[in-house]
């Protein structure tokens, strides 16, 4: 494949603004690189015509000194996010042929900075998933294997089509959403980036929704500037969205690479689960070695709460999903499946439309928010939901930011999980709290495990501080000095 696939998001858009290849050249270069990895299951629909042309018209905008911030860069898009006139269907059957007669925030910001789409993402069926394994279109394949093992491994779920494109260098970048990991857990799995920012930075408008109040769009990309590149072109205050915040977006790159001495950094001790494998341990120890060398402080901190935010999130998020996917009921989107009578009707759309997981969590959502155990179930959650922002609170008094591992394990067999859905659900054990606290977080690669598999180290900040995460996910990616990438085994 052509070395341009292997250039990062910063130095294709230098070269292309430099002129030392075409938005087209790239763009072709990139479409035959998704053509040749159709063994990964990443792309659900490609759009190679739309891409060269947007590269055309990038080339056009190049050409006249009117280049944006990311003009001619192409990019993948989870199918989460709605693409005017080309098909959502965020990986479910239910949408059938959804052709969204609008545009998502989000992505409109990307057009606007000149980026160039290459196609939709596999994901987990509504983001309900860790593991890509509860795609109505099958599972993405992640591009890396254990050394000396041909067995397939999850690339991570539920944007596990972002992280395995970006990782396999089928697009320079990739959009994302987390509601309890879903950008996260998938980074660490593929050696890749993602950062979940503040709830309320990027729209949700156009998103589909899973749990509106812990959804969150963020980008998976190859390096932690290349993420703030993208991240600053995602975010904004955008009216059509109630819950986004009305301020100002930094310029996240100008964080990457400034000096983190004197940050106190907090090492939660609640993190420490037990059964974590002793490389992750090491891995996170070596993380706090990096940044003491770096000049930051370590302090201990506790999250007394940490152990209640998994079941907590497993009530809060199906109750919400419940009800966000009573919409889907036959009459106003893609697929219907008549019965005798309306009722009928309903029943048979939804029991052809959705699948197992999803299904599970609508059960799920609507009997914790049933009349009986509204009080025991729903109301306790939003309770330890509360405690858990708390906590966070209270260690900011002695912590500017908090690191830990992104994930409790390397990257599983397909299939090794999916019968049990509790052992699925552990995936999101580091991540899930800061989906509850709205907080900026974000997994960096920092290292291989024994069998050649990348882990990520995650940097959880304050609210809106998304500039200190930036600023230590650098110095924890220079001195870590991940470059590993997957063999090209589907070539
Ligand atoms: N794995 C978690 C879940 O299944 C998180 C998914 C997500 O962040 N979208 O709910």
Redesign the pocket.
Known sequence: MSSLTSLTLKAAVDGLKSKAFSATEITQAHIEAVEAARALNAFVLETPEKALEMAKASDARIASGDAGPLEGAPLGIKDLFCTEGVRATAGSKILGNFIPPYESTVTSQLWRDGAVMLGKLNM?EF????SNETSAFGPVVNPWRSRGSNQQLTPG??SGGSAASVAADLCLGATA??????IR?PAAFTGTVGIKPTYGRCSRWGVVA?ASSLDQAGPIAKTVEDAAILLRSMSGHDPKDSTSLPIEVPDFASFVGKSVKGLRVGVPREYRVDGMPAEIEKLWSDGIEWLKAAGCEIVDVSLPHTKYALPAYYIV?PAEASSNLARYDGMRYGLRVDGANLTETYENTRAAGFGTEVKRRIMIGTYVLSAGYYDAYYLKALKVRRRIADDFDQAWQKCDVLLTPTAPSAAFGLGENSNDPIAM?L??VFT?TT?LAGLPSMSVPAGLDAQGLPLGLQIIGRALDEGTVFSVAGAVEQAAGFRAKAEKWWL
């Open positions: 987990d983001a309900m998933g860790s779920g539920s959403t987390d509601t309890g990991g879903s857990q899973f998020a659900y995936n999101d899930v989906n």
